[in-house]
């Protein structure tokens, strides 16, 4: 697997409704392996492998990350912000950022020290400022930065133990290098598409288009899910495991994952002995929310990688379970004539 890709994708900006410069590094890594690649209107990018015209399958991966923009400078110096996506606020306090404006710039985000506050109030968005350095409101404005600007984490791809990895972006990078990784090795009857959604964190938009529009007969969106093998978790509340293979989706607040595409994934990872686990997630969604009811409805599941500290800097993830995933994705597809709908 192209790791030192993977270290370009997840640094690649991408905020949803701002994902130019991660699409057009993945459009370009997608046309070395794919038939075609195009963008849509709304900027999903659609690779296709063709194959002997017995049908089409979608699989999905989003490319947006979650982010700010910028809502509010005050007559100092600091810039106030607004989240886009699913934003926890206690990662917030010390996280280092990028602000985009002309060019980026570095940031920090901070808040009112706890000990200089009154009430002790939980923490809101409202609460954060960021500060870029500057001494006054015109050196911001000099840089381009002004109301609307997006702002990123900051943060590379690291190794931790053994193989796991830790970065800012793994949801849903690890799905789109998931993706590319399928898509090199795949062999299917089926025409394959493989589609870089975006604006999935503000609510599965970009999926509902692009879905529409290549009308798939199967589609399996490919995501990340919450690895709860920490401390202090109990056995019955860690939904997935580092480690232990990539899990299918039983049922989350966007899709109850399709019985029979789910049964006949199962078959083929026992059959290939691949680790799979099952999950139940009662928060988020992913694209196989939007896309399994397009028309008439399409019969879609999610397959996901299990990952600890999601929606924060240090996203992280055991590339056994990617390995798997792509391996059980391969499988599937070449196999798919055997799975009747
Ligand atoms: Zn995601």
Redo the contacts with the bound molecule.
């Keep these: 697997m192209d790791i030192e890709f993977l270290g370009k994708l997840v640094k690649a900006v991408g905020v949803s409704g701002y994902e130019d410069e991660v699409a057009e590094l993945i459009k370009s890594e997608m046309e070395k392996y794919a038939d075609s690649v195009e963008v849509d209107t709304m900027g999903n990018v659609i690779g296709l492998k063709k194959g002997n015209g017995k049908g089409k399958i979608m699989l999905a991966a989003?490319m947006d990350e979650i982010g700010f923009v910028v809502s509010h400078i005050d007559k100092n110096w600091f810039i106030f912000v607004s989240p886009v996506g699913g934003i926890n606020v206690k990662t917030l306090i010390s996280t280092r950022v990028i602000v985009h404006g002309r060019s980026k710039c570095y940031g920090i985000m901070g808040s009112i020290p706890p000990h200089a506050k009154k009430e002790k109030k939980e923490l809101s968005i409202e609460d954060i400022f960021v500060d870029i350095g500057a001494k006054n409101k015109e050196e911001v404005l000099e840089k381009g930065i002004d109301i609307g600007s997006i702002i990123t984490y900051d943060g590379d791809l690291k190794k931790l133990s053994g193989k796991r990895y830790t970065s800012k972006t793994m949801?849903?990078r690890i799905?789109v290098f998931i993706l590319i990784e399928t898509l090199k090795r795949v062999k299917s009857p089926y025409d394959v598409y493989f589609v870089a959604t975006v604006q999935?964190?503000v609510g599965l938009r970009g999926a509902k288009v692009s879905g529409y529009k290549i009308s798939p007969e199967i589609a399996i969106a490919v995501?990340?899910t919450l690895a709860m093998d920490v401390p202090d978790v109990k056995e019955h509340k860690m939904i997935t495991e580092l480690g232990k293979g990539p899990a299918i989706t039983i049922m989350d607040r966007s899709v109850i994952g399709n019985r029979k595409l789910n049964s006949f994934i199962e078959k083929i990872a026992e059959e290939e002995k691949i680790p799979l686990q099952k999950n139940i997630l009662m928060r988020g969604g992913?694209d196989a929310g939007s896309i399994h009811l397009i028309k008439e409805g399409v019969v879609s599941t999610t397959l996901s990688i299990p990952t600890r500290f999601v929606h924060s800097t240090v996203e992280c993830v055991d590339m056994a379970d990617v390995e798997n995933a792509v391996t059980l994705l391969v499988k599937s597809l070449e196999r798919l004539d055997s799975f009747v709908v």
Excluded: A, F, K, R
């Design positions: 989003h949801d849903d799905g999935e964190e995501d990340v992913t």
